[in-house]
């Protein structure tokens, strides 16, 4: 599985490939130098179970740490996630 970052303009997101097959994005908008919203996460139903939203979630907050970002998960995925991971609470917004 590979993850690419990418970011054009005020949009980023990262995305999930598997023999060239994209299996799933998550979205995020910048809102400012050291904030991001993670907006939108989907995953092709053919990977579900796969944990691919939490391998996606995990390379956006190790991006997060790198640029000194913070996160405000508005994506219900990636809400849940922060409210089950101790582990990434250091990147969420306060």
Do not use: W
Not at 13 to 20: I, T
Not at 68 to 89: R, S, T, V, Y
């Amino acid at each position: 599985m590979e993850i690419v970052l990418k970011e054009q303009d005020a949009k980023g997101f990262a995305m999930a490939q598997q023999d060239g097959k994209r299996t799933g994005a998550m979205t995020y908008s910048i809102a400012g130098e050291h904030l991001i919203i993670i907006d939108h996460t989907e995953v092709d139903p053919a990977f579900k179970g796969q944990q691919i939203g939490q391998q996606l979630l995990y390379k956006i907050v190790d991006m997060a740490r790198e640029k000194n970002i913070k996160i405000i998960p508005l994506c219900p995925f990636a809400a849940a996630q922060f409210k089950k991971l101790d582990a990434i609470q250091d990147v969420l917004k306060s």
